[in-house]
Every structure is written in C-alpha cells, then in structure tokens.
C-alpha cells in the first residue's frame, strides 16, 4: 500500500490529454479511499505540447522523453498514449524501471511485438494494461451484465459496427492514420475498440470469416504543418497514396457457436462517432449506440405481453461507475467519452493501491489476443472471405470488467 | 387495351389475404384512369378458406384448384400465393393459359425450376412477375431515388438486416418453414426480401461472402390442426427437427465495388418485423426500418455545417406511391404494410392496362437472380465462408421501380 | 337485423373520399359476421367531384345534393363529411328520413345548432354518431385501456398537442378554413380532435383556464379557382384578413383533480400532423405522436428497476383493431390514418347490424360536450385566461371506445 | 488581473460538490489564459461532509462556516450552493467582504429578498451572479444561437417542460424540498431553471395565466437522519404533510407576443430528468430534451423539399462550450450534467479575470426576475388562472449567455 501516487502520461496529443485529465478527475470520484496522487509529468517530444498540457492539466513538470519518466523516482503509474509502433520499446522500458502502466490500444503494430510485451508484463512485478476504454461505459458495461447475469439468456447473434466521419472528407490531410499496410486503417484505429466491445459481450471468438476491406478516398494531400487529433489544416500540393483501409466488414463465430456481423468505417458519412451493437439473445435484446451514450435499449420476458416492447434504459446509479462515480449521480445526469478517461484512470489507480471497487483493466495479454484477431480479419480478406480460426483464449487472458 | 380486368388469387393464407385485398384496394388509388377491375375468384386447397376469402375480400367465387383458375375465361391477372414448391407447375400452367401472374417469392426451390420459369415467361405474351412487395414502400423507394438520383454520392457500405421473432418461441408449432435442407428457413423465407432490397438499392452483386448459419431451436412440436400464418396452435406429443436456418449472414460486394452486410433472422428477440438498412456514401447517407414505416433518415451535404444531422424525413407525398395513392394523402398520414400489396396490385394493372404510373412490377428473371443469390449465401457457409462469385446481371433482369 | 345494407358519403373532399373508401374497406375486416354492405352513392354539390368519387370508390351513382341521398330507399348508413355549418340541417334531415348517420367533427357552428342535433338524435330511432375518428388509433386506444385497466395508477398530468402545418406557409390560399371567428380555426379543426383525445384518455373535464390565442399569419391570397383539401393553387391579387386563430393553448382540470395542458397549431413548423402526448401518472406514463402511429411509449412498475425505462411498444394484434381487422395482422404491420377511417366505418356498420366486436362509435352528445369545452376555451382566452367551468357530463354521453 | 484565484465553495451537499468538482475542473478547460486557480475550501454546517468534500476535491481546507470563507484573504470567488432561505446573508455578507459571488437558483424565498441582494450587488465592486447553469448546455445554448440568429425565423410558440421522477416514490422521506407554502416545491426547485430557459430562448415574458398547481403525494415519513440529494433513506413512524406543490403548469405570453406553455414536475413517473422543449417559429422549429444531452432536433428551410425533415444534431465542436472546452472534443464525444457546472466555473474564472471566451455568468438581476415570474404563477394559480402581468424587464436584467 503506497502512501502516495505520482502519475505521468506519455504522449499528449487528443488521446493523451484525456488521459491526462482522467488522472486529474480521478481521485475526486468515490469519495475517500485512494492514497493521495500527485499529477508528476507529461511527456511529449514536442516541447510546447508538454508544456501546455502540463499546464492544463495541472501536472508539475513537462518531460520531452519517455526516458526521463521511466527513470523518474516519483512517479508510480504510467498512461502510454503515443502511436503505436513505439509502445513496445515504451513499454518494455516503463516495465523494467518498475512502473505500473497503462498502454493505449492496439497494443503493437504486429503480434510478435505484443508477445513480447506479454513477457515483459509477466516478468514485471507491476501492473500492465491495455487502454480499452469502452469497458468503462456504464452503459455498455450495464448491457453486459444482463447478459452475464443471463437476464438475456444465450446470445444468438451480435451485429456491431464502429462508424465514424473523421476520414470522409476528401480534403482532409494525409497523416500517420493513413499510413501502413492492409490491417492498420480503420481496423487497428477503431476495429480495436469494436473487436474488444464484441468479444466483452459474447465472449471470445473462435473464428472470423468474410472479411472485406474498402478504401473510399484513395490519396490525400500532405499538410504544411503538424496536426492534433482531427484537425483541420492548410495543405501542401503533395499528395499520397493512403496505405490503408477505410471501411472493414467481417463475419465472426463465438467459441459458443453464436454469431456475429462486424463493420467498422472511419468514412461512414454523417456519424461522428457511432460505436453500437443490436444483439439478440434467447430471452431478450439490446441494443446501443454512443451517439446516446446515456441509454441502452433492453427487451427481455419481464414485462406483460400487451405492452412488451425495447425499453430505453437511461443508465443510472444503478452501476458503480455512476453510483458515487461522478459529484451529481442521479439517473439522467449524463456523462461523455471524457468522463470514460476518469474511471479508467480510477480503476487503474484503485488496482495499485489494491482496492476493490471498480472492475480492474484488462490485462496486456487481452491487447495480445485483439491484436490477433485484427490479423485473422487481414488474413481472411486476403484469402477471399476463408475463415480463419483464432487459437483459443483462457478466460482470464480477456479479463473482465464486471 | 381492355374493357375489364378480372383478377384471381391463388392461396388464400396471410400472403394471399394481403393479394386479395389488395385487388380490391387498386382500383381506389390515384383517380380514373384503370379499366374496370373484377373480382372474380380466389382459389385455396381448403374449401372453407377459400369461401371465408372469397366472402370477406368480395370475390365472385371461390376454386379449390389453380386449373379451374386457368381455364376461366374471365380471369385476366392471377396472383399465385401458396407453398414455393408449387410455383412453378402453377405458374407455368397460367402462363400457358394465357393470364398475366404475380408470383410470389422466392420464386421456386431450386435454380433449376426458376430458370425454367423464366423460360416459359420469356415464351408467352403476358406479364409474368415477382412479388418483392418491399420495392412499393414508399420509404424505400424514396431512399433509392435520392441514391439513384446521386444526391448522396457513390455508395460506400450498406448494412441491411431483416429481423423476426415469429421462430423466437421455442413452443411455437412445426410448420412447412422449418422443413427443408440449409437455405429454405430465413433466408429463403425473409432473406429473399433482403436480398432484394439490397440489390434495389445499390446495384447487381458480384459476389457473397464469410456466410454463417445457425439455428437456436433445433426441435419443434407438430401441431393438431392446420396453422394459418404465425398463429398460436395446439400441440401433439410428436417432436421434429427444425431443418434450416433461424438465422443467417454474410457479406456482399456489388458489381460496383462497394460492400454490404447482410443478417436475416426469425428468431431475433424482440423484433417484430424489422428490416431495415444503414447505408453510407460518397456524400451522404441514408437509414431505414420496418418497425417505422413512414419515416428515413437523410443526411448529405445540404443544410448548414452547424446544425447538420440525420434528418427524420416523412414520407410523403413528393411520392408517386402517396401522391393520390391513399384516400388521404398529405403527410404524416401514414401507411401500413397492407398498403404495398394494394400499391403492388396497382402497379401490375397498370402494366396489364398499358399505363405509366407507377413503377412496374420486376419481371422472374429478378426472382430467378434473387434465388441465384439465395443459392451462392447457401455455398458459401458450406466453403467456410470463401468467396462465391455470382454470374453478371444485364440491368433489365432486375428491373426498376422508380 | 338488416339482410343488405347501403351505404352513401355526403361531400367528397379528403375527408370524404376517406369515408367512402372505409365503407368499401370495412367488409373485408374481421371475417364473416356483417350483412353484405352496398356502396351506393357519394354525393357533392360539385358533379364532377361526386362523379369521379363514385367511380374510384366504386359507389353505383352520384348524386349533387343530400336530399337526394336522404330520399333513396336502398340508403341506411350515411357519413356527412361537408363544412360543418351544413351538418344541422343534413343530419337533421337524415335522421328524420330514418338513415343512420355518422357526422364529422366539429359537430356544428355553435352550441346551440348542435344542442339541436342532440336533440333530433333523442328523438329518432336510427344511430347518431359523431366521428372522432383517432378513437379508432389502435394506438391511442391501447393508452386508454392501459389507463382505463388501473395498470398505470391514477392520472396526474397530460400534456397533449396537435400541431400541423397546413397553415405554415404565408402563400397557401386564403379558404374556408381562415374564416369565421375565434375558435372556427385551429380549435375546431384540430383542437375538436385534441379535445376528445384529452378526454378518452382522461375523463370528463370540469374547468378550463389560461387559453390564448394566437394568429401567424394574418392575411392570405385568394385562390383563383377550387381546392381539395391541403393541395396548392394559383393565387390571386385579393388579399383577405384571417379570421381565426393559427396557434391555440389552455390549461384544463379533470373533474378527477388531474391536470392537462393542450396545444393546438396548424402553424407549427416542421410538424405535418403531429397528434400526441406524454402522460404521468402514480403508477405508470405513456406518450404517443401520430408522427409514429405504430407505437406507444410506456413505462410502469412491472420491469426490473436495473432495466427499467420506457416501452417501445409496437401496436400489435393483442388489440381488436388489429387482430383479425386488417388483412396481414401480426405485429410491426403497420396501418395509416386511411386505415381508421375503415375500422370507424366497420364499427358504425356493426352497429347498425347489431353486432358486437369494435367499440361503437361515440353519440352525437360526445360531439356537443366537445363543443362545449371548445366555447370555454374560447371564453377563457377573452376572460385573460380565468377558469371556465365545464356543466358536468354524465358518463355515457362521452361514450367509451374499448 | 489577479495573479492567481482562490475559490471556495459553501454548502456541499449534490449541488455543492457539483460546484467544488466544476472549478477544479475549470483551468482544464480551453488551454492556457487563465490565471492560476487554488482550491483553497469548502464549506458546510456539517464537519464530516466539508470535510469529506475538501478531500475528495483537492480543497485546502474545510470550514464550518460562511463567515470563516468570507473572512478568509486567501478567497476571491465564491460558490453559494445551501438551502436559498440562507442565501441572502451569505451573499450580502460575502459581497460585503468583496468576494465575486456565485448563488444558486432560485435566489431567495421571497422577492423582497431578492431586491435586497440585486442592491447589495449593486453597492459591490465584484461579480454577483446567479447559477442558471444549464445556459451553459452546448445544446440549448445551440438552439438560443439558431433562433438568435433569425435562421428560425420569429418564434410562434414554445411548449417547455422539466420533468422528474424524484417526488415519484411515495416511501421517499420527507425533507426540506416537500415545506414551504405553494410555489416552493417543484415551481422553485425545478421550474426556476425551466423558466430561466423559456425566456433564454423566447426574450422576456410579459404575463403568465392558467396556473394550475397539484400534489399528488401528501404526507410523507420523516427519516431517521440526514439526507444528502435524492438518497433513499430509512424512515420514522412520524408523516408529515407536504406543503408545496409537485405538479405545476402555466401559460405565458413573451413580451414579443409569441406565447408558451410549461409544466414542471417532481412526480413524473418514469422521467428521471427530463428537461425539455418543443418549440415553432415562422421559418422553422427545434427541440430537446435533456434525456439525450448531445443532440437537438431542428427543422428549417434549409433542406430539398423531398427529404425535409428534424435533423437530429449532435452537439459539437462548433460550439464554444466543446471546441476546446473538454480534453476530447470532437463531435459526439458526449458530456453530461456535470460538465456544464465545469463550464459555469469557467465562465465565472474568466469573468473574474477579465477574459472573453464563454459568455458572463447572468447576474442577480436575472435570478430577481426569475422569482418575480415564480411568483406570478402562484398569483395566477390563486386567481383561478387569471393572467398576471410581469414588470418589464431592460434586457440587461436578463444578460445573454452567447
């Protein structure tokens, strides 16, 4: 039991400063319990970029390499929120100086990376995990317990989608989400999120099949200065080619033998951030959609048959991540994707200091077997729609969050 | 040109109640213009369904065989509404006899009795056509226009799921939809719709893919008496296998290019009577379901930046369908499901008449297409979901209805 | 018990070619049980209106004026649909030739005619009815009987509007609509409906209060020639000042001590023919908007509180409207506005027949009780809103529909 | 300019802690140019829940008194959030020791009250504003900006509500929120804030009528200790009557002559905070309802005729209150209730700091007038709905918060 806890974050661009944020809010959740956390560094190789968050956010100094945070003695808890073919190196390194550590999904460019980062993790006496934030949705987290709790009875099949607008204008920029191969496009940058929400709900999957990759917008101008999040921005006359996938659709088959239907877009025009699902179950249904991140839709055997219908179930105090979670907690008070940083970072925390409250984040080896299943789906639209089989998940590799 | 029309419709279950009305119904749309329409016969296996049809929907008589149908010398159009094993001897025998048909879909079991279908349709002198009833939604059809009109765009991904729960009920009655190798239950049942929907709103498919099947009651009780549509019945002790598929998907991609997911289930929990579709393109998007008839959901680039949004679009009477369609006929006005068989049933008598109002009714080479699509879903669950490649379609085999 | 019966419709403008094709609908409702039914005639002042009507609706003559039709012997059910300051003398005369009359709302002009009708009623031996015909909403009337069975508590509000926007546009033609005075515009023509709404649902109003009044609007062109319904025309230069109210409101209390607030605008922007409400009560609340006829939204204590919200309940055959009632019956079928003028018209014929399925339609004194709420009204708008109190009705003058 | 500014809080109950997360969350809002903001204490009569607050929120220090924050040199701005009989001290008192001051809503118990402290603020050099805190929701706040900016065109009418559930429960303690005379219950809890957002929208009203007020539960048990928000609580054998109102409604006409018509209620079954409007201007209309925060429906002349409809916006980045306002900020990241309390802390830090960014807090004026309308509704609740005119307001007295 630490008496306090420095906290950094590496890598402040959109991501990064949420994680920053999480940290500051955290401890003003749940009332007392939590030893006192000391917001220590941000890291950023952009110097101004440190130092406006450091600012920002409140944390004591601005660090230009993750290096300085690693050997930095007060500091406990680390949030890595960089692109992510510098993870494992991150990582690996963070480990090794005895640092707990959060590490933002995908968890590595290639799944030979994430194994080594699992050793790593099993080698470490700290705590490592991966960012899948979504977990964190009282709404999405209060689905999967009337599934768990077999409210719902057996899944019969899931239909998820993560549709966003952020890469539907012709005239947007060309930057690293662009670049890379089959597999690194709307797959790795949202396909992640939607893959761990698919297998939360139904379990782990034993294969993917029907696989389809598309790209809509097929160069992009290259911008004149550096770009934040999904900014806009002035643009050069060069254009290049975009390596990757906008728009990904699979088939996939749960070691229960239920189903699901799979599509994520990073083009999908007119919804800025749609991630949902409608799943049917023998016993019931439910359905979500983050455009109303405030409700989910239930239908189930306890209501009369004149008047049974979906329920639209504004999620409430009902769930611990809103029960004490937030100042005002009453039904319908709302929360944002922000607010998903703040439990994040409080559980994260609660984990080191071994308390139990929240449900505890999901372990590196869960970014492993997501890393696995985004190659199955790149390998399945190679192979003309083939199915591919995943190599079976012990539970408590996926972990859980309820 | 004809004096008189004289109509006939053959099966008189739910599907053929809905034709019959529906006749009856055609001739009240849209002002003067139709030749006088006369009711003349419905023809059922069952004497006592058939007079009770006969009776309620205002036909002259009632038959208890297609021949005597057919041989009528006062019976110019015929809609044939029974078992889809019996198509084609009937259909083929009506042809022969000189009646324009409406054939319910999907058009035969096999490939092979559609292809023969076709040929005697291409044979004979009159109108020899499908039944896909959903074309005539007034929504669907608004959301082709603006499609086919490029007010959206090329189309990117369209996502389009046709979800029942007349088979949730594990103590529902055996019936003729749960017999029948792979393929003959939703997909045949309601996939056939889909399918065509999908078609109707982007184009011939190239190829299908990733196609996975399940069942989730795999035995039902016989029933003790005859079972009229989704009707309650009692049970005997005798239990049989449930042949096909409850539930079934894939993925599509068009001659175009561009891609679609597809899940058709009757057993999807809660779901009364759901199809429906999310499409997204080039320069806008588009959604739709069953279970609200009278409404889409447009967004393209038309209105301000900031108060942009899926626009709730009522359908009305910029329509063909409403615009002197209905008695009543100003916005908001709404329509049910029982008004597509009368719009349908319009439709064909205007063809029979030789008038252009509404879109005519597809000829069976779409019903033999739509089946070729059926068959390759079929092939490529069996190949582990490897692609399946569908032979080129000439634009007039699927016909227009807009 | 009628061997046959006859039918005719007085005035065919929208709400009477509504009327007449309910009549031809009605028989092929719910099965054998009715007298075979015979459309004989539609009449109006305008020939060729009559004429085309009788044609499309398949009456077998027109006729120019309603003694014509009250004179026939081979007429027993009449519906007038024609500008309410005709329905006196038409209904008088009807009534006094022995036909079975169901009258359109407002019944009259003023109190006083319809005291009269009332009292022409009391003295004839026919059917006097007035048409409230959004009773017939199986929608609506799945609410009541939600209310009516206790299964939602004791009322404590009701918050109801009308709002439509036939009116909207400034160059819409100056009619029959925007004349008369205080009260002859939004109030009657679709406050009347609210009105009846507010009391199905909530019983017997003792008082009324707050109501103003409020015109958009306030001069329109003179069209050039006739208009049928809410069609566009070609103007004139002749401007006339509107003599009524666009947009109306009040306050009413229950002679239960229950509350209402109502709303009616045929001014309201966006909204093509929105009837709805939200109701609270101790137990349970329901909303409904014509916007989305096929369902209501309901919540009550029989859900788990972890799940519990508002229903969205697909209006479906556990109601009389639907089982049986309109060709293809299962739940999420749909049906229109056109569709409950065929369940109103079966219900009159019923009645006449002396059967008993449908709810019967609501006497004429339900028409002049509705009056009398719309006079308050119109009182307590030039009193600066104070309560004008209701006379008691007692309860079988409102009638009941379920 | 101050070089640094100290806050603090008085009154820590739900509201409280919502004001004392709000400025710890404030300079994490839109990056740089604040000065820097110490948390320096929280007060309340209670030491264990000051206490608790001031370490759950990062507080220096907790006090037991408003005198002690008052007389504290270390304090510059400060947040009144107890019971509103005690705001009038506090707030003189504070304003007295030259503290810029924050009270919340409704400003005082009488009007009386109210005048005093719009003089005291009057006589004070600092800023004395009034908490109407959901003018800082980025999607009224859009609406406002719409109709602002006459893309609405001229307001025709407003249909407001704000409806809850937390008077529902008939086992629900009694507390402080169920004494006082009429107007003091759901009128003064609830109906402040729905008044302040009918005239944010509308401008000022020029008269209320039609004033109903009812209490659907009439005594309740007092509980066995201290209640904090809406908490479940164990109860005594000792009822009390309720004194004050849970249902009201009225009827307002805007100085502008445009009319509205609002019901507020704390026994609205099923609503857990809903907070509300419909509203119709002559080129357009919107709505909202505080149940899904992100997103407002509006309708203008804007869109195609053949695919017109409420576009349904998701609140977003081109709103000061989210472009940089939260750490992610791209549209459809979602915020709840809590945020805009971090907005209100916001506005008021930069008020003090003599920044423009988001609009001024309103001052005490708009509170006073806020209770002058409260009032009114009783007056015309008590004159059996008889109009009340309100004093004219300069439009200052309202301020503007965009």
Same mark, same amino acid.
């Given at each position: 039991?630490?008496?306090?806890?420095?906290?950094?974050?590496?890598?402040?661009?959109?991501?990064?400063?949420?994680?920053?944020?999480?940290?500051?809010?955290?401890?003003?959740?749940?009332?007392?319990?939590?030893?006192?956390?000391?917001?220590?560094?941000?890291?950023?190789?952009?110097?101004?970029?440190?130092?406006?968050?450091?600012?920002?956010?409140?944390?004591?100094?601005?660090?230009?390499?993750?290096?300085?945070?690693?050997?930095?003695?007060?500091?406990?808890?680390?949030?890595?929120?960089?692109?992510?073919?510098?993870?494992?190196?991150?990582?690996?390194?963070?480990?090794?100086?005895?640092?707990?550590?959060?590490?933002?999904?995908?968890?590595?460019? !290639?799944? &030979?990376?994430?194994? #080594?980062?699992? *050793? =790593?993790?099993?080698? $470490?006496? +700290?705590?490592?995990?991966?960012? /899948?934030?979504?977990?964190?949705?009282?709404?999405?987290?209060?689905?999967?317990?009337?599934?768990?709790?077999?409210?719902?009875?057996?899944?019969?099949?899931?239909?998820?989608?993560?549709?966003?607008?952020?890469?539907?204008?012709?005239?947007?920029?060309?930057?690293?989400?662009?670049?890379?191969?089959?597999?690194?496009?709307?797959?790795?940058?949202?396909?992640?999120?939607?893959?761990?929400?698919?297998?939360?709900?139904?379990?782990?999957?034993?294969?993917?099949?029907?696989?389809?990759?598309?790209?809509?917008?097929?160069?992009?101008?290259?911008?004149?200065?550096?770009?934040?999040?999904?900014?806009?921005?002035?643009?050069?006359?060069?254009?290049?080619?975009?390596?990757?996938?906008?728009?990904?659709?699979?088939?996939?088959?749960?070691?229960?033998? !239920?189903? &699901?239907?799979?599509? #994520?877009?990073? *083009? =999908?025009?007119?919804? $800025?951030? +749609?991630?949902?699902?409608?799943? /049917?179950?023998?016993?019931?249904?439910?359905?979500?959609?983050?455009?109303?991140?405030?409700?989910?839709?239930?239908?189930?055997?306890?209501?009369?048959?004149?008047?049974?219908?979906?329920?639209?179930?504004?999620?409430?105090?009902?769930?611990?991540?809103?029960?004490?979670?937030?100042?005002?907690?009453?039904?319908?008070?709302?929360?944002?994707?922000?607010?998903?940083?703040?439990?994040?970072?409080?559980?994260?925390?609660?984990?080191?200091?071994?308390?139990?409250?929240?449900?505890?984040?999901?372990?590196?080896?869960?970014?492993?077997?997501?890393?696995?299943?985004?190659?199955?789906?790149?390998?399945?639209?190679?192979?003309?729609?083939?199915?591919?089989?995943?190599?079976?998940?012990?539970?408590?590799?996926?972990?859980?969050?309820?």
């Amino acid at each position: 039991m630490h008496s306090s806890l420095g906290v950094a974050v590496i890598g402040v661009g959109m991501v990064g400063r949420a994680h920053a944020a999480g940290f500051r809010t955290a401890p003003t959740l749940y009332g007392p319990g939590l030893p006192d956390v000391r917001l220590v560094a941000v890291a950023d190789a952009d110097p101004a970029l440190a130092g406006d968050a450091a600012r920002r956010f409140g944390y004591a100094r601005a660090e230009t390499t993750w290096q300085a945070v690693a050997e930095a003695d007060d500091i406990d808890v680390v949030s890595v929120a960089v692109a992510n073919p510098l993870h494992r190196e991150i990582v690996e390194g963070l480990l090794a100086a005895g640092k707990h550590v959060l590490c933002e999904k995908p968890l590595a460019p !290639s799944v &030979a990376d994430a194994e #080594a980062m699992v *050793a =790593a993790a099993a080698a $470490a006496d +700290s705590i490592a995990a991966v960012g /899948f934030t979504f977990r964190r949705s009282p709404a999405i987290a209060a689905v999967r317990e009337q599934l768990a709790s077999g409210a719902l009875g057996s899944l019969v099949h899931l239909d998820a989608h993560y549709w966003c607008d952020y890469a539907v204008d012709p005239t947007g920029p060309m930057s690293w989400r662009y670049r890379g191969g089959p597999g690194s496009g709307a797959l790795a940058d949202i396909g992640s999120h939607l893959v761990d929400l698919v297998e939360l709900l139904g379990g782990p999957l034993a294969s993917v099949r029907g696989a389809t990759m598309g790209t809509t917008i097929t160069e992009r101008a290259v911008p004149l200065g550096a770009v934040v999040g999904h900014a806009k921005a002035e643009l050069s006359d060069v254009r290049q080619a975009v390596e990757n996938e906008d728009t990904v659709s699979f088939s996939a088959t749960y070691a229960s033998g !239920s189903t &699901a239907t799979v599509t #994520a877009s990073r *083009a =999908a025009f007119g919804h $800025a951030n +749609s991630l949902g699902f409608s799943l /049917f179950a023998t016993d019931g249904a439910a359905s979500f959609d983050l455009d109303r991140p405030g409700e989910v839709l239930v239908a189930d055997r306890s209501t009369p048959a004149a008047t049974s219908g979906f329920r639209t179930v504004p999620v409430g105090p009902a769930h611990p991540y809103l029960t004490g979670g937030l100042p005002m907690d009453f039904p319908g008070v709302g929360y944002g994707q922000n607010d998903l940083f703040s439990f994040q970072a409080r559980a994260l925390l609660e984990q080191v200091a071994g308390l139990e409250n929240l449900p505890p984040c999901p372990p590196l080896s869960a970014g492993l077997h997501n890393l696995r299943v985004l190659r199955a789906v790149v390998e399945s639209a190679h192979a003309h729609g083939r199915e591919v089989a995943l190599q079976p998940v012990p539970p408590h590799a996926l972990a859980t969050t309820s």
